[in-house]
C-alpha cells in the first residue's frame, strides 16, 4: 500500500519533461466529464470556452499585454517553425487570417523548451498579481493588522519542504529542502538516476473500452438495409394495387354503364383533362366528359364522378375566358342554381380545344354558348364556389328552419340582399340528397324530390322546401300520409301499384347500405299484404294504405325524414324539436307513446356513431395513443425507477409530470402535421380520403391542441408539486443528487 507521502517522494523526485505543445491522449480524449459526456477533449474544451466567454483574438490579446500584433505566422515560434513547418501551414489553413485565431490556440503554439511563452507568461504573472493584490487577507498586507512584522519574516522563510515535513510522515533525509528542483547533491535522499520512461514502469492494466458495435457490423448494415427497403417495396407493392384496383373498378363502371345503356356507344363521350379550381387554396385535377345526353361530367383521376352539369333546362351556356393568360389560363362556366365550375388549362391551345369541342357539343343538343372576355381576379372574385354556395344553402336552411319551428330571429333589419339570395335559391337533387343523407340517384330520393318539385322546374324553390318542413311538421296525419302516398305511387296513378310499392321498400332498404334483392322485396310485400286481407290486390287505394300501415305500424310507423341541420346549427334545443318529428306518426291511430328519456339520448348516441364512425375511429385511435404513452412513462418512473433519487425525492409528481410530457411531445409534433396545408391537398385527390377523413383535419387540429392543452396543465401542476417536495428536503439529500451544483 502506497500513500501520500510516496506521492509527494516521488514527485519531488521525478525529473519532468520538457515543456512542448504537445498535449497527450489522456487530456484531449478521456478527460472525465458529466453523465452525459463521460469522455471529452480538454483542448476542444478550452477553445469552446474561451469562445462562450467572448475572449478576444490572439493577436488583440498580445496588444491588450503591450506585445505587438502578429504579421506572420512564423514569427509565432520561430524554433519551432523551423522543426515542424507543418503546423503553422495547417493553421493557415484553417484560421485563413491571423486575427481569427484563438488565445489558447495561438499562447500553446508559443511554449518553447524552457517554459510558456511570452503572452501566457504575462497572463499567469498578471493573474497571481491580481490574486495577491485582490485579496486582503494576504499575509504581506500590513494594513489589515493580521501579522506583525516578525509574523511576515518568519512566514516568508517557511517553505513547502516545511510543510510537507509538518504534515507528513516524510523524515528531513527523505526528501530535498528544495522540493521543486532535483540535483546531484540530493541523489543520497532519493535516489531518481534518469527521466522515467513508460518502459521504466510497471506494466499497467490496459485500457479497454467495451465496444457493443463490434460483432455486429453485418447485421447492424443488414437492418439498416432492410428498414430502407421494405418500406419502398410496401409503398411500391401498395401502388400496384392500387392502380388495379382502380383500373378494374374503372372496367366494371364503364361495363356497368354500357349495360343500363346510359352510353350507346363510347365515341359519342367526349373527354378532356383539365384542373379544376376550387378556392384559392384548393384545386384538384380531373376529366371533363361530354354526355351522355345533355349532361357535363368531371370525373376524378380515377374516373369516380365527382359532379355532373345537367343542361336539360339550359338553353344558352356562358362562358368567361381570361385575356390575362400570363399567370393562369382560365374557363369559367356558370351554372345556374348550382356552383360554377372554373378549369386552369396548361396552355390556351389546350382551352381552345376544350371550347371547341364544348361548342360542337351543345350545338349537338340544340343550345349554344357565349363567350364572355374577363380577367382572372374577376373570375376569381365573380366564380360561385362550392363553399360560397354552401354558405348560400345554410343561410336557406335556417331561414326556412327558423319559420317552421316559430324560432325567434333578430330585431336588427336583415339584410335585403342575403334574403332576395335565398328567396332565389333552389336546391339541386343532388343537394337535396345531401340535406337527407342519401344517394341522389336512389329511387326514394327521386319521388320526394319529384314531389316537393311542384313546377317540375328541376330545382326545389325556396316555398316548395318550406311548404313541405311545414307540411311534416305542422300538417295532419292525414296529410303526411297522402304526400308519402303520392310518393310510393311512382306510376302516378288513381292507386298505388304494388309493384312501386315493392321498388320504394327495396330503395328505402338500400339506402342503409343493406343489400335486399327484388324477390326479397316481393316476399315482404306479400307477407304485409296477406297479414291485413289484402294481399290478392294488385292496386292499393288510400284507404288501403291507411289500413296497411295501421297493421304494420311497427314496421312502417317510423318512417321519416332525416334533414341534416336541424339537431345542428338551425334548431334551438329549447324548441325540444328533432328531426324524427319529420315522420309519419302512428297517432293516426292511437296515442302517441312517449319512449323514456335515457332511450331517447341513447338512439341518439347510437345515430351519432354510425354517422361519424370514421371520425370516432381516429379520435378514440388518437386517445388511446395519448393514454398508451403516458401510462408507459408513468410506469417506468413509479415502478421501474422506483429505487432511483428522482423517485424517491419527488414522489408520484415525477410520474405524472414524465408522463404527460410524454404525451405532450407526441400531441405537439401531431398538432403541427394535421395544419399541412399543401400535403392535406394532395392526399385529398389519392385513395388515402377514402380510409382518413382529412377533411376534418382542421377539427382534429383543434382535438389536439385541446388536448395538449389539458396534458401540459398536467405537467405545470406535475412540476409544482415537485418544487414542493424538492424545496422540503435536506440539503444534504439535495448534495446526494445534484452533484454538480453547490449548497450553502
Same mark, same amino acid.
Given at each position: 500500500m502506497y500513500g501520500i507521502e510516496e506521492l509527494l517522494m516521488g514527485m519531488a523526485s521525478q525529473i519532468a519533461e520538457r515543456e512542448d505543445i504537445t498535449i497527450i491522449d489522456d487530456l484531449r480524449e478521456f478527460v472525465f466529464g458529466p453523465k452525459q459526456y463521460s469522455r471529452r477533449d480538454l483542448v476542444a474544451l478550452n477553445i469552446m470556452r474561451g469562445r462562450d466567454f467572448g475572449l478576444a483574438d490572439y493577436n488583440t490579446v498580445r496588444q491588450a499585454f503591450g506585445y505587438k500584433p502578429i504579421s506572420d505566422w512564423r514569427d509565432i515560434n520561430f524554433e519551432l517553425n523551423e522543426t515542424n513547418p507543418e503546423i503553422?501551414? !495547417?493553421?493557415?489553413?484553417?484560421?485563413? *487570417?491571423?486575427? *481569427?485565431?484563438?488565445?489558447?490556440?495561438?499562447?500553446?503554439?508559443?511554449?518553447? =523548451?524552457?517554459?510558456?511563452?511570452?503572452?501566457f507568461q504575462s497572463i499567469i504573472k498578471d493573474?497571481?498579481?491580481?490574486?495577491?493584490?485582490?485579496?486582503r487577507f494576504w499575509f504581506e498586507n500590513k494594513k489589515n493588522l493580521i501579522f506583525t512584522d516578525t509574523e511576515i519574516a518568519a512566514i516568508r522563510n517557511i517553505t513547502l519542504y516545511d510543510i510537507i515535513l509538518a504534515t507528513t510522515d516524510i523524515k528531513e533525509n527523505d526528501i530535498q529542502k528544495n522540493v521543486f528542483f532535483w540535483s546531484r547533491e540530493s541523489n543520497n535522499v532519493c535516489p531518481q538516476p534518469k527521466?522515467?520512461?513508460?518502459?521504466?514502469?510497471?506494466?499497467?492494466?490496459?485500457?479497454?473500452?467495451?465496444?457493443? $458495435?463490434?460483432?455486429?457490423?453485418?447485421?447492424? #448494415?443488414?437492418?439498416?438495409?432492410?428498414?430502407?427497403?421494405?418500406?419502398?417495396?410496401?409503398?411500391?407493392?401498395?401502388?400496384?394495387?392500387?392502380?388495379?384496383?382502380?383500373? !378494374?373498378?374503372?372496367? %366494371?363502371?364503364?361495363?356497368?354503364?354500357?349495360?343500363?345503356?346510359?352510353?350507346?356507344?363510347?365515341?359519342?363521350?367526349?373527354?378532356?383533362? @383539365?384542373?379544376? /379550381?376550387?378556392?384559392?387554396?384548393?384545386?384538384?385535377?380531373?376529366?371533363?366528359? $361530354?354526355?351522355?345526353?345533355?349532361?357535363?361530367?368531371?370525373?376524378?383521376?380515377?374516373? *369516380?364522378?365527382?359532379?355532373?352539369?345537367?343542361?336539360?333546362?339550359?338553353?344558352?351556356?356562358?362562358?368567361?375566358?381570361?385575356?390575362?393568360?400570363?399567370? @393562369? %389560363?382560365?374557363?369559367?362556366?356558370?351554372? =345556374?342554381?348550382d356552383h360554377d365550375l372554373v378549369l386552369e388549362y396548361n396552355t390556351t391551345n389546350k382551352r381552345k380545344s376544350f371550347l371547341s369541342i364544348l361548342n360542337e357539343f351543345l350545338q349537338r343538343q340544340g343550345k349554344s354558348m357565349e363567350v364572355l372576355a374577363a380577367t382572372s381576379s374577376t373570375i376569381y372574385d365573380t366564380a360561385e364556389t362550392k363553399e360560397k354556395r354552401q354558405r348560400k344553402l345554410e343561410s336557406f336552411f335556417r331561414e326556412a328552419y327558423k319559420a317552421a319551428f316559430d324560432i325567434p330571429t333578430s330585431t336588427e333589419q336583415q339584410d335585403l340582399k342575403v334574403m332576395e339570395d335565398i328567396l332565389t335559391t333552389e336546391l339541386t337533387k343532388a343537394e337535396f340528397a345531401n340535406v337527407l343523407g342519401m344517394r341522389a340517384n336512389s329511387l326514394f330520393i327521386e319521388r320526394l324530390f319529384a314531389v316537393t318539385d311542384r313546377d317540375r322546374s328541376g330545382h326545389i324553390s325556396y316555398k316548395d322546401f318550406l311548404d313541405t318542413v311545414f307540411l311534416f311538421t305542422r300538417g295532419s296525419p292525414t296529410d303526411k300520409m297522402r304526400i308519402l302516398y303520392d310518393m310510393l305511387n311512382v306510376s302516378q296513378d288513381d292507386h298505388l301499384n304494388v309493384v312501386d310499392f315493392e321498388r320504394?321498400?327495396?330503395?328505402? #332498404?338500400?339506402?342503409?347500405?343493406?343489400?335486399?334483392?327484388?324477390?326479397?322485396?316481393?316476399?315482404?310485400?306479400? @307477407?304485409?299484404?296477406?297479414?291485413?286481407?289484402?294481399?290478392? !290486390?294488385?292496386?292499393?287505394?288510400?284507404?288501403?294504405?291507411? %289500413?296497411?300501415?295501421?297493421?304494420?305500424?311497427?314496421?312502417?310507423?317510423?318512417?321519416?325524414?332525416?334533414?341534416?341541420?336541424?339537431?345542428?346549427?338551425?334548431?334551438?334545443?329549447?324548441?325540444?324539436?328533432?328531426?324524427?318529428?319529420?315522420?309519419?306518426?302512428?297517432?293516426?291511430?292511437? @296515442?302517441?307513446? #312517449?319512449?323514456? $328519456?335515457?332511450?331517447?339520448? /341513447?338512439?341518439?348516441?347510437?345515430?351519432?356513431?354510425?354517422?361519424?364512425?370514421?371520425h370516432v375511429f381516429y379520435v378514440v385511435v388518437f386517445y388511446v395513443l395519448c393514454i398508451a404513452l403516458f401510462i408507459e412513462r408513468y410506469t417506468h418512473y413509479c415502478y421501474l425507477s422506483e429505487h432511483k433519487d428522482l423517485r424517491r425525492i419527488m414522489g408520484t409528481g415525477i410520474c405524472i409530470t414524465r408522463g404527460a410530457a410524454n404525451v405532450i411531445s407526441f400531441t405537439y409534433a401531431l398538432i403541427v402535421l394535421t395544419v399541412c396545408r399543401h400535403c392535406t391537398t394532395y392526399l385529398r385527390d389519392t385513395v388515402i380520403n377514402q380510409y382518413i377523413p382529412l377533411d376534418s383535419a382542421i377539427t382534429f387540429h383543434k382535438i389536439v391542441a385541446c388536448t395538449a392543452g389539458f396534458f401540459t396543465a398536467v405537467h405545470v401542476i406535475g412540476h409544482v408539486i415537485n418544487f414542493y417536495h424538492v424545496s422540503t428536503q435536506p440539503v444534504e439529500h439535495l448534495a446526494c443528487l445534484f452533484k454538480n451544483i453547490h449548497f450553502p
Amino acid at each position: 500500500m502506497y500513500g501520500i507521502e510516496e506521492l509527494l517522494m516521488g514527485m519531488a523526485s521525478q525529473i519532468a519533461e520538457r515543456e512542448d505543445i504537445t498535449i497527450i491522449d489522456d487530456l484531449r480524449e478521456f478527460v472525465f466529464g458529466p453523465k452525459q459526456y463521460s469522455r471529452r477533449d480538454l483542448v476542444a474544451l478550452n477553445i469552446m470556452r474561451g469562445r462562450d466567454f467572448g475572449l478576444a483574438d490572439y493577436n488583440t490579446v498580445r496588444q491588450a499585454f503591450g506585445y505587438k500584433p502578429i504579421s506572420d505566422w512564423r514569427d509565432i515560434n520561430f524554433e519551432l517553425n523551423e522543426t515542424n513547418p507543418e503546423i503553422f501551414l !495547417k493553421m493557415k489553413e484553417m484560421y485563413k *487570417d491571423l486575427n *481569427d485565431i484563438d488565445v489558447y490556440v495561438g499562447g500553446m503554439l508559443e511554449t518553447t =523548451p524552457d517554459g510558456p511563452g511570452p503572452l501566457f507568461q504575462s497572463i499567469i504573472k498578471d493573474q497571481f498579481y491580481r490574486l495577491r493584490e485582490g485579496d486582503r487577507f494576504w499575509f504581506e498586507n500590513k494594513k489589515n493588522l493580521i501579522f506583525t512584522d516578525t509574523e511576515i519574516a518568519a512566514i516568508r522563510n517557511i517553505t513547502l519542504y516545511d510543510i510537507i515535513l509538518a504534515t507528513t510522515d516524510i523524515k528531513e533525509n527523505d526528501i530535498q529542502k528544495n522540493v521543486f528542483f532535483w540535483s546531484r547533491e540530493s541523489n543520497n535522499v532519493c535516489p531518481q538516476p534518469k527521466q522515467l520512461k513508460g518502459s521504466d514502469l510497471e506494466e499497467c492494466v490496459p485500457l479497454s473500452r467495451h465496444d457493443s $458495435f463490434a460483432g455486429s457490423e453485418f447485421y447492424y #448494415v443488414f437492418s439498416c438495409i432492410v428498414c430502407a427497403v421494405v418500406p419502398i417495396i410496401l409503398a411500391g407493392a401498395a401502388s400496384i394495387i392500387v392502380k388495379h384496383r382502380v383500373k !378494374k373498378t374503372a372496367t %366494371i363502371k364503364e361495363e356497368a354503364t354500357k349495360i343500363r345503356g346510359q352510353v350507346k356507344n363510347k365515341d359519342h363521350t367526349l373527354r378532356i383533362k @383539365a384542373c379544376e /379550381w376550387l378556392n384559392e387554396y384548393h384545386n384538384r385535377k380531373v376529366t371533363v366528359q $361530354f354526355g351522355p345526353a345533355d349532361s357535363i361530367l368531371v370525373l376524378s383521376r380515377k374516373n *369516380d364522378k365527382l359532379r355532373t352539369i345537367s343542361l336539360e333546362t339550359v338553353f344558352n351556356v356562358v362562358m368567361e375566358s381570361n385575356l390575362d393568360t400570363d399567370k @393562369a %389560363i382560365l374557363t369559367l362556366m356558370r351554372v =345556374p342554381k348550382d356552383h360554377d365550375l372554373v378549369l386552369e388549362y396548361n396552355t390556351t391551345n389546350k382551352r381552345k380545344s376544350f371550347l371547341s369541342i364544348l361548342n360542337e357539343f351543345l350545338q349537338r343538343q340544340g343550345k349554344s354558348m357565349e363567350v364572355l372576355a374577363a380577367t382572372s381576379s374577376t373570375i376569381y372574385d365573380t366564380a360561385e364556389t362550392k363553399e360560397k354556395r354552401q354558405r348560400k344553402l345554410e343561410s336557406f336552411f335556417r331561414e326556412a328552419y327558423k319559420a317552421a319551428f316559430d324560432i325567434p330571429t333578430s330585431t336588427e333589419q336583415q339584410d335585403l340582399k342575403v334574403m332576395e339570395d335565398i328567396l332565389t335559391t333552389e336546391l339541386t337533387k343532388a343537394e337535396f340528397a345531401n340535406v337527407l343523407g342519401m344517394r341522389a340517384n336512389s329511387l326514394f330520393i327521386e319521388r320526394l324530390f319529384a314531389v316537393t318539385d311542384r313546377d317540375r322546374s328541376g330545382h326545389i324553390s325556396y316555398k316548395d322546401f318550406l311548404d313541405t318542413v311545414f307540411l311534416f311538421t305542422r300538417g295532419s296525419p292525414t296529410d303526411k300520409m297522402r304526400i308519402l302516398y303520392d310518393m310510393l305511387n311512382v306510376s302516378q296513378d288513381d292507386h298505388l301499384n304494388v309493384v312501386d310499392f315493392e321498388r320504394m321498400i327495396r330503395s328505402l #332498404v338500400e339506402s342503409t347500405q343493406s343489400e335486399f334483392d327484388e324477390k326479397q322485396a316481393h316476399d315482404l310485400v306479400q @307477407a304485409m299484404l296477406n297479414t291485413t286481407g289484402l294481399g290478392q !290486390k294488385t292496386e292499393l287505394s288510400f284507404n288501403d294504405f291507411r %289500413i296497411l300501415l295501421q297493421a304494420h305500424e311497427k314496421e312502417l310507423g317510423k318512417i321519416g325524414l332525416h334533414l341534416k341541420g336541424t339537431k345542428q346549427v338551425y334548431v334551438q334545443k329549447r324548441t325540444a324539436l328533432r328531426t324524427e318529428s319529420f315522420r309519419v306518426d302512428t297517432d293516426v291511430f292511437h @296515442a302517441p307513446e #312517449v319512449e323514456p $328519456f335515457m332511450r331517447t339520448k /341513447w338512439n341518439s348516441f347510437v345515430t351519432y356513431l354510425e354517422d361519424n364512425r370514421q371520425h370516432v375511429f381516429y379520435v378514440v385511435v388518437f386517445y388511446v395513443l395519448c393514454i398508451a404513452l403516458f401510462i408507459e412513462r408513468y410506469t417506468h418512473y413509479c415502478y421501474l425507477s422506483e429505487h432511483k433519487d428522482l423517485r424517491r425525492i419527488m414522489g408520484t409528481g415525477i410520474c405524472i409530470t414524465r408522463g404527460a410530457a410524454n404525451v405532450i411531445s407526441f400531441t405537439y409534433a401531431l398538432i403541427v402535421l394535421t395544419v399541412c396545408r399543401h400535403c392535406t391537398t394532395y392526399l385529398r385527390d389519392t385513395v388515402i380520403n377514402q380510409y382518413i377523413p382529412l377533411d376534418s383535419a382542421i377539427t382534429f387540429h383543434k382535438i389536439v391542441a385541446c388536448t395538449a392543452g389539458f396534458f401540459t396543465a398536467v405537467h405545470v401542476i406535475g412540476h409544482v408539486i415537485n418544487f414542493y417536495h424538492v424545496s422540503t428536503q435536506p440539503v444534504e439529500h439535495l448534495a446526494c443528487l445534484f452533484k454538480n451544483i453547490h449548497f450553502p
